[in-house]
């Protein structure tokens, strides 16, 4: 389960950040904000030809002493950055996969509603909901 | 303890060689034995064999070696690896003892010699005591030797020596001194390697006999430091593959080691030391992974094991330097041409080794924080006989100790203390800006821009809570735009509230204004209530107060804060700021727009500026204006003055009725104030821009700030605003009449200035299209409409400037249509003066237009006049012009075809001498409009003759489109000198004007040339002499003239060919002679027998001089039909009236 989960916007700016509130909330900004330089750079890395056929799942970005920072980035190059306890080991690749899907299905209804203005800060209910069922419960 | 205590002992870390000690060298004195120890020592080179060499005397003191112990039964050891051991192995106990000694092999005083250098080992020997260090003999010789086995004297005194000194024979050395001497030296040095090799196999082997006698329970510590002596040995012996493996199994029994409080530092020491050894030889061996997995390894099993709770920081100090060394590790690594990742760099390690470093300074600040009479322990418990420790990573107030409890728990508090009041003096925050400073510089190589600034902002913040602000400040203030232009306005205000803190605590009025500005602005997501209290402050700084200090600062540093401000109050001067806003996110913004892109110079030019606040408090504000510039000349400083606002000024603000209120910012409402100026008449045309809006908030008399709005508009964040504003679909709320929607204000930050509309009317009238070379008339109708007298009126007309340059050479514009235009004429003519024209006047000027060529043109009509305005109040005469254009086709007017022809009108390809043809010319129009012809003239060349006076036979004839006129001339050519020649007509000139109601146009002359005709003689000239019809059986008398054109007697053979359509009399075959210039008549009589255009008899005529004049030539010049009428059977008349 997640500690912070983060909606960047393809300009690098945060559409929607939330993390457990028992750790500083200002640590999880700086560990999602230095994470989009590997982002950058996986995507750079990427050639134009196979930019179309290209896994959105971008794997493990970094691994710090205490958490592991995943990545995923959409077609429209939103990225979802998933931050996980590194003492939780259970988790395997395949549930943080699930986990950005379910995200990114969530966020694809997000960018359906008509009232929702692209670039905007997300308020969706619905989409709080769906990060609250993958973050670690606060206890 | 210094804070170089977790620091890795340089032994540990440096890369051991094998060490052989040279004895028997003065070095000082002696200039030979000097050359040899600098091939030794000097300039090594990589490729050299891996020995440090050191010169030691003879008698040198070895470490002593301690007896062998036979039994290990009774044995508990004190510690796991003495502090001395690497060391003594790396620079006091050589592998080998090189006894120098100057002996040649025919040296007279040999016997001696071989005794004193017998006696020199026997020294070395004895002070090596029982080590089992080898030694070696080097005879130093003047001579060169002889190849091996030819010199029986040195053989013989060789083996001598070996005996007297007790050695082998691979233990002798010989050196001559010679000029070779850096290549003996090499290959000295090989064989030294090799006694120092076979030196520390032989250790490795005697430490490994050991093990039988260890058991498990009581030498445990005795077995790792077995198998790190191996590894060590290894290394010296420079076989690191088997270093590593002793030093893995090293690694996994310091682990089995029974770990408690006591000993923790110990094994964690002993561990890290290891560690570090694998991870260097990992590297070493060009495999990164197995470094970066063993350092896992490490850290994770040592990561809980933190020992004293009251001396926690230790563990994190120790953890901090794990990280550093294998950072460091890694970074060497690197620069030797390992290639790290974005990933997978050094920057990681330093960087964990930083939060350890803070880690540890928070621990510090819970653990040491003694009472103030709490001092340092007295005896000193850190105190040891030596000065320093026996073992390492032990307690020196219990030193050898290894049972689970402390023996004297007073003693152990006393240390624990004096451990705590030492940490305390630590400087923390040095050493972690440091480690974060090597990050930082790893993570700029590796392309991680993020992680770098975020490195940066905690090096600000370490130097803010070291209470260096200049520097804090400095590195904030650096990355804060990174954080801006990124949007992360948590971030953001996060660092923003670190250097205000900065900013206050300095005093720095200025960057404190600026960031308070940006705190309480919409980009900051402080609460409300903060944002509130830093406005509070914002307003008192600028009441030229003393600020309230910002909460959790030091209250030290405040109270020298609050001097510092209350100093700021007393400073005359430097109370006046200005923020550049784009480089910001104020909590005012601004928006100003002129009203039109463009603005006639007879209106007043609109400008609106909008102000808006994001505070939670009104704002005061003292002054607004607006700089203008003029792109194309200079600031317009003029223009500026229309454009201030100022306390209790006139501004002409249609919102808001009251002057009071209109300097006041209300959260959340749109301001707007609205600036009208006239523009000056010589800006006509000029563009004026924005160049700023400055806000003025707080007062001149006390402090103020001065925001600037470069191009006036626009924050840092208010491009991506405007943007997401534009794509927002959303129902924009209803605002009251007098408030703006912020988002609904767009920005026109420049404007034209151009000319007054006028007030006239240009027509044109003419008759399309223009004929080519006529002078074509066009008349220029200008009528005003102004209510003013229009002065100055002044026409350009002609072709537009900017078409194909050859229109220009083919068009000429005239006021003079008597006369048709040459090429002196222009193809514009500039300003042509037409005076003044009252209301309701109008003006009338024809104007000529001669086009060369056919096409299209454009033509352009431009009237320029000028006319007094008044505008606000303001008299200024405004220039007008008007322009008017149009495309001219112009046309050919007719086309001239000409052809020659013969008497019998059939066409002719060339013309003969003296025999007389017709010229024929058919004019055909093509204009659209009738065309008069007015006279046309054949001018003909010299080559030519007329017959008769040419008169024109087209004169006065009008044609109607597409209608042709013809005319001919009857033409002679005079004899030509070579039988046949080319030669020019001449020229046939048509004078022509359109006919036309509109305009009385010149008479045009068009000259056309006649083509160019072959002409040839002839010798016998024809020609027949009949009537012009026949009648059925009635006689027809045909007379034929042959003429000799020849000045010689022609033989002319004649025969008549009988015709189905005649019966004839006369000759029907003769030969006759003409004499030169001659004629001769020949006479038939033709008697019809059908009626209708019949063949004549056929005329053959064979001249037997000239056989090229062929019959059918000749016979050309003869009619070769008749029309032959039936016969009347009433009487001819009625036929020919049928």
Known sequence: MAVCIAVIAKENYPLYIRSVPTQGELKFHYTVHTSLDVVEEKISGVGKALADQRELYLGLLYPTEDYKVYGYMTNSKVKFVIVVDSSNTSLRDNEIRSMFRKLHNSFTDVMCNPFYNPGDPIQSKAFDSIVSTMMVQAF | MSPAQWDLPPELCCRPVAF????????????IHRAIWDAFCANRRADRVPISFKVLP?????????????????????????????????????????LFYELDWDDPQWKEKQSECATKVEIVRTSLQGRNTKVAVVLIQKKTPLPPGEDLVASERASALCGACDLSGKSLFVLPHTDHLVGYIIRLENAFYEHAQTYYYNEIRRVKSHKEFLNKTT????????????????ELKQDTQNALKYYRTAYSLVHELRAHETNMLEIKTMAGFINYKICRLCFQHNTPLDAIAQFRKHIDLCKKKIGSAELAFEHTAWMSKQFQSFGDLFDEAIKLGLTAIQTQNPGFYYQQAAYYAQERKQQVGQLCSHEPGVGYPA????????GALDFYGQRPWRQGHQSIDPPDSEKEK???????????????????????????????????PRMKSHLMVQMGEEYYHAKDYTKALKLLDYVMCDYRTERWWSLLTSILCTALKCSYLMGQVKDYITYSMELVGRASILPEEQKSRIEKNLIKVLMNEVPEPEPDCDPLSVKTAQSLWSDRISLAGSNEFTIEVQDYVPFVQCKAKFLSPSFHID???????YVRADCPHPVLYSKQCTTLFSVDVFELQEYNQYCLLEDASKGKDILEPSTQENMCLVPGKTRKYCFKFVAKTEDVGKKIEITSVGLMLGRETARY?????????????SSHETLQACRSFKKRTRFPEQQVDWDTVTIQSSLRIISRVPKISVQLTHEPPALTNEMYCMIVTIQSGEDTVAKDIKLTAGLKPGQDANLTQSTQITLNGTEVCDDSHPALLPDIPLGDLHPGQKIVKPLYIHCVSTGSRILLFHVAYSVSATVEGKDITCKCHKDETVTLETVVPFEVAMKFVSSQFEHLERVYVDIPFLLMMDILSASPWPIELVNSEVQLASSMNAIDQPQSQVEGVTLQTSECASECFLLKCPPVQNGTSTVASGHYIISWKRKSTFAETSVVRTIVTLPHVMVENIPLYVHAELPSFGRVRESLPVRYHLENRTGLVQDVEITVEPSDAFMFSGLKQVRMRILPGAEQEMLYNFYPLMAGYQVLPQLNINLLRFPNISNQLLRRFLPSRIFVKPQGRNGDTSIEAA
């Open chain 2, 20 to 31: 052989v000690a040279l004895t028997g060298l003065d070095v000082v004195y002696n200039a």
């Open chain 2, 58 to 98: 003879g008698d040198n003191e070895y470490p002593k070696c301690r007896t062998k112990r036979t039994s290990y039964e009774w044995y508990i050891p004190k510690g796991i690896l003495k502090t001395g051991w690497m060391n003594k192995h790396l620079n006091l106990v050589p592998a080998l003892v090189v």
């Open chain 2, 219 to 234: 030498h445990q510590l005795l077995f790792v430091r077995h198998q790190f002596k191996m590894g060590f040995f290894s």
């Open chain 2, 379 to 386: 005896p000193d418990p850190l105190e040891t006989t030596s």
């Open chain 2, 414 to 448: 006393q240390g624990i203390l004096a451990l705590q009041v030492k940490e305390r003096d630590i400087p923390h925050s040095e050493l972690i800006i440091a480690l974060l400073s090597n990050a930082v510089a790893q993570f700029k190589k590796y392309k991680c």
């Open chain 2, 603 to 609: 209106e007043p030019v609109q400008l609106h500026v």
């Open chain 2, 705 to 717: 700030v001065y925001l600037n709005w470069r191009g006036g508009w626009g924050d840092a964040a």
